[in-house]
């Protein structure tokens, strides 16, 4: 079995695929060639938004996004410590800093109750991840950023396709910004991303970023980055694109087969608690995209050895809080941020992806049942 199956779905669009890469071999525009327009039209489209710019990852996007907001020394941009390591690593690469706020114990998001007391004078975005494909409390978070006039930048990286109170992600705030790393929930072949936004001038700002700075040839206003999407990832996403709303309705609807499945052999959703293995909660306001099907177990090592032992592999999203890594210094490692600390001490991600089988479920849930003793 495979944590995530990509064979299969090329399977399903490799003519496609092929004969796209074909297409920008023979036109040899490698470089901002006309699949990044018509990508990024087809994307803008889909979240809802008047803008997409693609970039050439999730990461690059986080920084550009900053970049156009022209965030830098001496600012402080408030996320969560529970996240990937390129969250907190591209404000600190500003010369900013994370100003980490607790995550939410039911939905791993951070926890709108605690964001007000992190703002302050210094305080330039907020910037909350959708973890595991789940959107943050959008809503609640841009009433605080509203009250103190700050932008919000949704870290939609495992979100695209995810929708919040009918809403796509990534159309939630002033940017959005997802990669498309091939294991995320829309994957190309390499690295790639984009940010979103209704705001025309970062949307313009965002354009010149990624290429240098540049507003026309060799004319550069601001400094930027080599940061372009490339030409043959995005043809790559558009044949993606064809199939990505049904396996987005696949994620959603196998995440919670498999809740129904653990729930029924003894785990507890995490909204409830007190169980001794823990299943997500998708709230009622989401549509989550399942990039990660994450549980909370006791003795995480030894079920993840028990799983591997039958062929089942697993992950873990994320083992150390990002107050906690060396690179960042924060020096309480746990104490300001007891849910993070908690949560990562006990998560582990199973096989994850839009074609698991029925049988395959059964198998993965027979082995957790087995290995934690529910
Ligand atoms: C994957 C990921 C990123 C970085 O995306 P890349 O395309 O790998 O650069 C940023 N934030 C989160 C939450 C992610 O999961």
């Not at 293995?277 to 006791?298: E, K, R």
């Amino acid at each position: 079995m495979q944590f995530i199956d990509l064979k299969t779905q090329y399977g399903r669009i490799d003519r496609e695929v092929k004969a796209r890469i074909e297409a920008v071999l023979e036109h040899g525009q490698f470089i901002m060639g006309p699949e990044i327009q018509e990508l990024e039209e087809r994307l803008a489209d889909f979240v809802g938004v008047r803008h997409c710019v693609g970039l050439s990852s999730g990461t690059d996007a986080l920084l550009a996004a900053m970049m156009a907001l022209e965030i830098g020394r001496g600012d402080e941009v408030i996320t969560t410590p529970f996240t990937f390591i390129a969250t907190g690593e591209m404000i600190a690469l500003l010369g900013a800093r994370p100003v980490f706020v607790d995550i939410d114990p039911v939905t791993y998001n951070m926890d709108p109750d605690k964001l007000e007391d992190a703002i302050t004078g210094r305080t330039r975005a907020i910037m909350p991840v959708a973890l595991y494909g789940q959107c943050a409390d959008m809503d609640a978070i841009n009433a605080v950023a509203e009250r103190h006039r700050l932008p919000v930048i949704e870290d939609a990286a495992q979100s695209f396709g995810a929708s919040y109170r009918g809403r796509r992600s990534c159309g939630l705030s002033r940017i959005g910004c997802t990669s498309f790393f091939p294991a995320k929930p829309l994957g190309a072949y390499g690295d790639a991303g984009a940010c979103f936004t209704d705001d025309d001038a970062i949307a313009q700002a965002l354009r010149e970023i990624r290429n240098h700075g540049q507003d026309r040839r060799y004319h550069h206003p601001r400094l930027g980055l080599n940061a372009r999407l490339d030409t043959i990832q995005a043809a790559i996403l558009l044949v993606k694109m064809g199939i990505f709303p049904e396996e987005v309705e696949a994620r959603s609807r196998l995440g919670a087969r498999y809740t129904e499945l653990l729930n029924a052999r003894g785990a507890v959703s995490t909204d409830v608690g007190g169980g001794s293995v823990l299943t997500p909660f998708v709230h009622p306001d989401n549509l989550s995209v399942h990039a990660q099907y994450t549980l909370q177990v006791p003795s995480r090592d030894e079920v993840a050895e028990k799983l591997g032992q039958q062929g089942i592999p697993t992950a873990v999203h994320y083992p150390i809080p990002l107050n906690d890594q060396p690179v960042f210094h924060v020096g309480l490692p746990g104490a300001e941020w007891p849910v993070s600390a908690s949560v990562a001490s006990r998560v582990i991600s199973l096989p994850m992806h839009p074609y698991l089988t029925e049988e395959m479920q059964q198998r993965v849930v027979e082995a957790v049942v087995e290995a934690t003793g529910l």
